[in-house]
């Protein structure tokens, strides 16, 4: 097992890793400590203490978009151990609005949620949701739509809205274009993408509480990629995401793009891996070194009725599954499938919504188990092993793995059998 | 003979009326009980609509017995059947009471599809009929502890006949004792209680007739049926159930289907009604409202403040003259809200941080804001039917807490107008 290193801007240890008044300037209200680091690959298990409570990483962070994780209860959702959940700040700034949330104290005090949040910047959904958006230096601009009134989301409003919703960590409004488009466009998004992050740093009103992340950008080109990085980490923000990935690029370009973002950020600082949550991916870019993951897919399928499983997915609503009288999982512990069968959830899914819950609960089970076992074989110094075990498990055969991942994993030193 | 093990007590009988009690011996091990007046827990398919166990057990005190209904149920027959043990271990359900009863409260059925010899159920598949043969099949499927005979209730029409209502009553007793003999002749039912059917649609002759006939046969309860919200007007209802129950044997419970407005429910109480089903609360959940009526009769301030709930604040709409309206002009339309409820879509609820009732301690109410709410529904988040789940069946049972409590201690007609005129008293807010 690795030694325990402490990271944190705000402990004595971090100061050896950086000038002293680079530490005093940066009180940030994260630490993250270092538990284990596998000796194989570059995966690592820690602790990030942020103000709601501490994280376990590797972490899979459930995305509970207009302030309510679909159908599930605060109290569910703390019970099944998630420690750190998103909300998004273009849904939350339309309906209910700042405003109101911040009179709610907060996003926090809105949901009732006691433990941490995680707010994105807003800017990804104005790519992808709202028609007639036009990025200009100032920000980005687009029509409501909800009364068609023109809005201009800029770094500066970003930030604004995430400091009224009161989240652990924000993120900086970045410049986004779609992961498969090439040319000068994805050069002059990763440059603005670094302007924007400077204004993002300065208009945050709240350095002392509410942690904001970088967010590199580059597209699929490494040099952009380095470039990005390079500047991007003479910034002493408390962490980065790597984002502009998981957009439908090519599985080759994508893992290629996370590890050399990996190799070129800091130790000491935690690294999220944004829009990622497939099983296969979470475990090998956290081989790549990836600490924090989101993604809206287990509870979105859940409520399609398709269940997680060691092996893949299971459709509950298939007709296979109507006098199959096991739980979803045998060995799984979560609520539903302690009590009720693949049989009976078939037939709920036809009158209920409660339905949507049952497999919801388990979806996101599903991922903090995952989480957790990645992160013990971490700490145990068997990952190598554990990912052998994992990919075993989800592939019928050896020649069904993607070649992306087995290529991915040779980068890092683990061959399959 | 049917189980009867099912043993009504009543301490208390008002007016020759007016029952308080509990039923005892509930269950294949009898040591279940359910105080009447009462209300079993409404699950149409072993689910509390929009609630996992999670969520159903944040709520104390919920009845033991869980209503369960044939229209849901009948679709899977060949499941259960393959799965032998019965729909309370299918659905997950440990340590609950089954009734099960022929139709969904809260999702009428298409009239014009039943003949002398068969009924039918809607499910989610569309209409299923059912013989005698294939009703007690299904039954033995199911293992409840206790089912509602197999009824024709198709009475509830305006303009239905007399001899259409006539032959509702026969049929449902033919239906009764064909299910009687089946189940007499049951292994698998044996100690399963049964209920049989009252109809005689609106009128006073044919209820008489259907009661005393029925009371002649082996069963070891009632249920009153054609006499739902909607089919006539509360006068006509109270006065057709009084007659009704005057002559039902005072041991043995009476079931009112279809019946669940609290004013309704407390008029029906005075007829000498025991049990009521619960799909009031999920239709208020189903257009976005919240229970906020009062029924908190405590004389003590200091009580009056925690428990049971008390409504906060109803709004210059709910007056009295829109419950004239809901009440009355309405009455055909169960998805119109009541001036029992506030609709929390409304804008007014916006940036309203109080609980949805003050006072309440469900877990809605401890943790959530009428705000939060707001924003659910108008979001349409699928929490906003959980919440307002967990509340409105909070608000309900807790509700019939009330009103045997103030049997129990001669206060029905101060609860009455509490609940009735509760906008007036707490009109400060």
Known sequence: MAATVECGSDSNAAVNNMSLKKALKAASPLTLRIVAECPVTKARACDLMLPHCTVSTPVFMPVGTQGTLKGITVDQLEGLGCQICLGNTYHLGMRPGSDLIERANGLHGFMNWKRNLLTDSGGFQMVSLVELSEVTEEGVKFKSPYDGKEILLSPEKSISIQNSLGSDIMMQLDDVVSSTVTGPRVEEAMHRSIRWLDRCIAANKNPDKQNLFAIIQGGLNADLRKACLDEMTKRDVPGFAIGGLSGGEEKDDFWRMVTLSTDHLPREKPRYLMGVGYAVDLVVCVALGCDMFDCVFPTRTARFGSALVPWGSLQVKHKQYAKDFQPIDPDCQCPTCKRHSRAYLHALFKSDTAAMHHITIHNIAYQLNLMRSVRQSIVEGRFPEFIRTFMKRMFPSRDQYPSWAVDALASINITLE | ?429
């Open chain 2, 1 to 429: 003979m049917a189980g009867s093990r099912m043993k009504l007590e009543l301490s208390r009988v008002i007016q020759g009326r007016v029952r308080l009690g509990v039923l005892k011996g509930l269950g294949r091990t009898g040591q279940h009980s359910l105080e009447v007046p009462g209300c079993l827990l409404y699950t149409p398919f072993g689910t509390v609509p929009h609630l996992t166990q999670d969520t159903l057990h944040t709520l104390s005190k919920l009845p033991r017995v869980s209503q369960v209904t044939l229209s849901n149920i009948a679709e899977h027959q060949e499941v259960l059947e393959e799965f032998k043990d019965g729909f309370r271990k299918f659905a997950g359900l440990h340590d609950t009471v089954l009734y099960c009863s022929l139709h969904d409260p809260a999702a009428p059925c298409p009239t014009g599809y039943t003949t002398n010899k068969t009924v039918s159920v809607w499910g989610s598949g569309g209409r299923i009929e059912l013989t005698v043969a294939k009703f007690m099949a299904l039954q033995k499927s199911v293992q409840p502890d206790w089912y509602q005979s197999m009824a024709d209730g198709e009475t509830w029409q305006s303009n239905t006949s007399r001899k259409r209502v006539r032959k509702s009553v026969d049929r449902t007793l033919a239906h009764l004792d064909e299910c009687l003999l089946a189940h007499q002749n049951s292994k698998e039912l044996e100690g399963v209680e049964v209920f049989g059917v009252v109809e005689g649609g609106d009128i006073l002759e044919e209820r008489i007739r259907s009661a005393r006939e029925t009371a002649k046969r082996p069963v070891d309860g009632f249920c009153l049926d054609g006499l739902q919200t909607g089919s006539m007007d509360q006068a006509l209802r109270i006065q057709l159930t009084s007659a009704v129950t005057k002559e039902l044997p005072e041991d043995k419970p009476r079931l009112l289907q279809g019946v669940g407005r609290p004013d309704e429910v407390l008029d029906c109480v005075e007829a000498g009604v025991d049990l009521f089903e619960s799909f009031f609360p999920f239709q208020v959940t189903e257009r976005g409202c919240a229970l906020s009526f009062s029924f908190d009769i405590s004389p003590d301030p200091e009580r009056a403040g925690s428990t049971p709930p008390t409504v906060l604040e109803l709004n210059e709409e709910d007056t009295a003259g829109d419950m004239q309206q809901n009440g009355d002009l309405n009455l055909n339309d169960q998805t119109q809200m009541t001036c029992f409820e506030i609709n929390l879509k409304d804008k007014r609820y916006q940036d309203d941080f109080r609980p949805l009732v003050d006072g309440c301690g469900c877990y809605c109410c401890r943790n959530h804001q009428r705000a939060y709410v707001h924003h659910l529904l108008v979001t349409n988040e699928l929490l906003a039917g959980v919440l307002l789940m967990i509340h409105n069946t909070a608000h309900y049972h807790g509700f019939f807490v009330a009103l045997r409590e103030a049997l129990a201690n001669d206060k029905l007609d101060l609860l009455k107008r509490r609940v009735l005129r509760g906008e007036q008293t707490e009109r400060k807010e």
